[in-house]
């Protein structure tokens, strides 16, 4: 059952969403050459706690940090670490906070120095497909028609869907009802109504979609070592229409 919010829990998530968004450019920011992704956790914890909110990853199923940092091939989950970044590498930044009893989640990822022309439209694509998504979140559509425009972009464009990955519901916990995939079929699946908060994130890589755990058991990569990237914002239904909460 996926779970109806009032327009003040959802006022809640905008603020929260607000701040999230806030402190994701700031770590964007940071993102240069020779920094450790143990550097960047440290930072997002700090930011968390100065506008008075709560790391949702840090010991969520025993997650040891506050940021997911994946690197290249890494999709999601990542845990940070002392890896320098270097020229070429991607990185994809997850951060989830809780503010006053609601959570809110996004992702960006974030070129290192010089990429490849292949990982700079990887990123672009990335983007263009949650854009897309979002476009698609209207009252009375389904999360089928979200999911079917996504992956129709994305493998227009050459890129796969990581299928087994997905988008969720999010409130007072950090992943609830639905889940949100990245590819589907028109008018499939759950209808859009008023009052849902959720996340959409297209996760793209450049070879073959097969996933394996990392090395650290709570990362995931791909199995031959294809680039990924990924993008997410958490969006609310108001009465007002559809709004993008983790922006500023």
């Known amino acids: 059952m ?38 960047l956790d440290k930072a997002a914890e700090d930011l968390v706690f100065k506008y008075g909110g709560k790391c949702s990853f ?3 199923q025993g997650f040891p940090a506050c940021l997911c940092t ?13 890896r320098k970044l270097k020229n070429g590498d991607i990185i994809s930044l997850d951060l989830g906070i809780l503010f006053k009893g609601f959570h809110t989640d ?14 700079q439209r990887l990123i672009r694509a990335t983007k263009k497909a949650l854009k897309r998504g979002i476009k698609k979140v209207k009252i009375g559509n389904t999360f089928g028609d979200i999911g ?10 050459g890129f796969s869907v990581v299928k087994s990955l997905c988008g969720h519901g999010i409130g007072k916990e950090i992943h609830e009802d639905p889940q949100i995939p990245n590819y589907g079929k028109r008018r499939a699946g759950i209808k859009i109504t008023e009052g ?14 097969e996933i394996k755990k990392s090395k650290d058991g709570y990362g995931i990569v791909t199995i031959d070592g294809s680039f990924s990237a990924h993008f997410e ?13 983790t922006v500023v």
């Open 2 to 39: 996926v779970p109806i919010k009032t327009s003040d829990e959802i006022k809640i998530m905008i603020e929260g969403g607000q701040i999230l968004a806030k402190i994701m450019k700031e770590l964007e920011k940071m993102v240069k050459i020779g920094i450790t992704t143990k550097e």
């Open 233 to 245: 914002h958490t969006i609310a239904i108001t009465k007002d229409g559809v709004k993008i909460l």
């Open 58 to 60: 840090k010991d969520y």
């Open 196 to 209: 849902m908060v959720f996340c959409l994130e297209p996760m793209l890589v450049t070879g073959s979609p």
């Open 106 to 119: 996004m992702a960006t990822t974030i070129p290192v120095g010089e990429i490849n022309p292949e990982n």
């Open 148 to 157: 079917n425009t996504i992956q129709r972009y994305i493998e227009s464009q």
């Open 70 to 82: 994946s690197i290249n091939e890494e999709i999601v989950h990542s845990v940070p670490s002392n």
